[in-house]
């Protein structure tokens, strides 16, 4: 199947609309993910405590209601495995908050999967905006390479490097992320100054 030109042209210019129309969405987010990301990666071990200690917060109320909705529901099917879960939910929550230490290797297993999943989406992203855009789609391809390299040196390193393995990745990966949104922002404002 051939692909027309014009279509091509018609989707670049529609694709390049939609991008110049929320340019300044992507550039604040794309600030706000630097700033973040040069805090986390100036203090790796403060940034990993505070994810965990998050993340220990999430697990507890999200189990707390759970158990509200196992009991508001208890005639319905499932009633135990609802309730074993909810208590599981905040079981988990309890551990994190009161030693949020033994949850930083669980949680850099889980981080360094998330960025090599991530990483992958970012190269295949950068990939579609190189032939939709044809601009500024390296810094994402960058983003995504750099998050798999990260993610290997953090598993390859384990259980050392768990200690300030999620501050620091989840600041790089907020930083390139910021980086790319900012210069995906700029491209579509000299785009449609075209």
């Known amino acids: 199947m051939a692909i027309n030109p014009s279509d091509v042209s018609q989707l670049r210019a529609v694709t390049t609309r939609a991008l110049s129309a929320n340019r300044k969405l992507f550039l604040g987010e794309g600030i706000v993910l630097v700033i973040l990301g040069l805090a986390a990666v100036a203090l790796p071990p403060i940034a990993s405590l505070a994810i965990t200690l998050l993340v220990g917060w999430i697990f507890l109320l999200s189990g707390i209601a759970g158990l509200y909705t196992t009991f508001a529901m208890r005639g319905a099917p499932g009633f135990v495995w609802a309730l074993v879960s909810a ?77 300030w393995a ?6 790089i990966n907020m930083v390139m992320g910021g980086a790319a949104l900012i210069a995906m922002a700029l491209h579509a404002r000299d785009a449609a100054t075209v």
């Open 87 to 163: 208590l599981i939910g905040i079981a988990a929550g309890i551990v994190l908050l009161i030693w949020p230490a033994s949850g930083v290797i669980s949680l850099t297993l889980v981080l360094v999967a998330f960025f090599a999943i991530e990483g992958v989406a970012s190269i295949l992203f950068a990939l579609d905006h190189k032939r939709e855009l044809s601009g500024r789609w390296g810094l994402m391809l960058a983003s995504g390479v750099l998050d798999l390299v990260i993610a290997g040196i953090v598993f390859v390193g384990l259980p050392g490097t768990a200690a």
């Open 166 to 171: 999620i501050g620091l990745l989840v600041g």
